[in-house]
């Protein structure tokens, strides 16, 4: 049997879902295979930052997230058992963004908010098919897939993304370098419930000379998902349950809790890696078949929603003919730089927590818990923290798709900040599936307007946003003194800026940069 598409999707965790719904959002015909039955049934990641919860707002769907999960306004050290540090979460995100709080929400409920979203749009899964093997050629990919009897289909693809996890088939037959390394440490994860005496609240980290365990609240009474470092005196292969050595972890963390009702026990390596390029011919990698690192930030899940987030609106735009291919490459320009630097950081801050090193574990017990929260107190500081784990910190202004003719505004490369155009949050007004366009105190003429829609084939959107008291936030958050035109991207990230009506600009910058397809007259 011969199936056609034009993208294929091989992998339906969180990132291949965000692909789909992203694609089907945009009229784009897409097919996704996984080689499991359904959706995951373990709750493996489960920290969900603002920046995806903003997406999820746009598709429809952050209410139904929101009421599956649990927020934890604070973190809390605690140190040996006893000396605690509190960092006030909705303080340092106050007034970034509408979810001024750690998210948290079991990986296997956001793939069946997905999931369901995806089918509810039109789309599904071909569950229980593998990819066994691809060419690819200049007109596309030619897939095999293994239906688990050992029946074979064809899939022929404009276009195939590999978001097939950690052990990525594509990446292996692409003969893709995945380099990095594995952390020495070895972990555990548990699902359990405890009379936990620091509250249901926050998220507790424990910090000992053995090592550390984090705490995140689930949603349920008294429910914690744990992560921590392995005990040394135990052997992984003959630990299958968590009871055998939840005493340890209890002295190795210097809590005397019970934990009860355990669900789900997991041992694991920790990786870090990360390919040197997204984008191959016709191929795009993203999520963990991309790049790995350690839980520390709970970045994983997100980076992999925001890869397929990035690249869905992109090759939309190319399948759909109203734009050039090369639009393509600003995938990997602006996602690649992302994920090495997350491994980077996550690296650094995972060696802190979980070192044996004499001189780490001074700076893990008695350095970085009081400066953390003294720092943290300090607002610039606070606030920048907040931008960079919740993620609506990502920043593509050195991508060539971003351009700013006055660089006094707010950088285009930026994501739009948070805050009320016309009274209304401005993510409102951003979720249909084109171009805005921002005029501050820049009325355009109707003909002007329709000069511009007329030359491509795209949608643009147009928004006013006049000077008056009800608009003074949104011109400070976006340096706009006098007058200024934003070129706002799919993705809600700025494309173009200038301080005057710069039409020919922005229809250069849109036919230069974006690639758009150009209306014949
Ligand atoms: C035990 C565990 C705990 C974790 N805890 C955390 C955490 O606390 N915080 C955090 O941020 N991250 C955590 N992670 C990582 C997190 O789960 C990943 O970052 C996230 O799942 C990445 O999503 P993905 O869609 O890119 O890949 P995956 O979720 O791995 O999805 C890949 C999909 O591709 C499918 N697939 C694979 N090969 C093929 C093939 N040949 N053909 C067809 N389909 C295929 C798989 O069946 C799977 O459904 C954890 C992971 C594990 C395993």
Redesign the pocket.
């Known amino acids: 049997m011969t199936l056609q598409t034009k993208v294929l999707i091989?992998?339906?965790?969180?990132?291949?879902?965000m692909m789909a719904c992203q694609l089907k959002r945009f009229g784009v015909d897409c097919m996704v295979?996984?080689?499991?039955p359904g959706i995951?049934k373990?709750s493996?990641?489960?920290?969900v930052q603002a920046r995806t919860l903003q997406i999820y707002e746009q598709m429809g769907i952050a209410d139904k997230a929101l009421e599956q999960g649990t927020a934890a306004n604070k973190i809390k050290i605690i140190v040996n058992g006893h000396r605690v540090y509190e960092v006030p979460l909705q303080q340092l995100g106050l007034g970034q963004s509408a979810y001024a709080f750690l998210f948290v929400l079991e990986?296997n409920k956001n793939e069946k908010i997905l999931y369901d979203h995806l089918k509810e749009i039109g789309g599904d899964v071909l569950w229980e098919?593998?990819?066994?093997t691809f060419t690819q050629n200049n007109e596309g990919v030619i897939a095999i897939?293994d239906n688990n009897s050992g029946e074979q289909i064809q899939i022929k693809a404009d276009w195939l993304i590999g978001?097939?996890?950690?052990?990525?088939?594509v990446r292996h037959q692409l003969q893709l370098p995945f380099r990095g390394g594995t952390y020495e440490n070895i972990f555990i994860?548990a699902d359990t419930a405890a009379e936990w005496p620091w509250g249901h609240d926050c998220l507790s980290v424990c910090l000992t000379a053995k090592g550390f365990a984090g705490l995140f609240p689930m949603r349920g009474d008294n429910r914690f998902?744990l992560?921590g470092t392995f005990p040394k005196q135990f052997i992984p292969s003959e630990v299958t349950d968590f009871s055998q050595i939840q005493k340890v972890v209890q002295e190795q963390i210097k809590v005397d809790v019970n934990f009860t009702g355990t669900n789900w026990f997991?041992v694991?390596h920790v990786h870090h890696r990360s390919v040197n390029s997204f984008a191959h011919g016709k191929i795009f990698l993203?999520?963990?078949?991309a790049h790995?690192h350690s839980?520390a930030g709970?970045?994983?899940?997100?980076?992999?929603l925001q890869d397929t987030y990035n690249l869905a609106w992109k090759l939309a735009l190319v399948v759909n003919g109203q734009a050039d291919a090369a639009l393509l490459n600003s995938y990997n320009e602006e996602r690649l730089p992302v994920a090495k630097q997350l491994v980077k950081t996550t690296d650094r801050a995972f060696s802190v927590i979980t070192s044996d090193n004499w001189f780490l574990k001074i700076v893990r017990l008695h350095i970085v818990p009081p400066l953390l929260s003294r720092v943290l107190a300090i607002k610039k500081f606070g606030r920048f923290a907040f931008r960079a784990v919740s993620q609506i910190g990502i920043n593509y202004s050195k991508s060539i798709l971003s351009y700013s003719e006055h660089n006094n505004l707010l950088q285009a490369g930026s994501l739009v900040p948070f805050v009320k155009i016309n009274s209304k949050i401005i993510d409102e007004h951003l979720k249909f599936n084109g171009f805005t366009i921002l005029l501050f105190d820049t009325l355009l003429r109707d003909d002007q307007k329709q000069d511009i829609q007329n030359s491509f084939f795209v949608k643009f959107e147009f928004l006013d946003v006049i000077k008056n008291e009800i608009n003074e936030e949104a011109f400070k958050k976006f340096k706009v003194k006098t007058s200024a035109l934003f070129l706002i991207r799919p993705d809600n990230y700025i494309g173009f800026s200038s301080e005057t009506i710069a039409l020919a600009d922005l229809k250069k910058y849109l036919i230069e940069k974006i690639k758009l397809a150009v209306k014949p007259l």
């Open positions: 091989c992998g339906a965790g969180p990132t291949g879902l295979i996984d080689s499991k995951v373990e493996r990641a489960l920290a990986q098919h593998s990819l066994e897939a978001a097939d996890g950690a052990k990525s088939q994860v998902r992560i997991s694991y993203a999520g963990d078949a790995v839980p709970g970045q994983g899940m997100n980076t992999g």
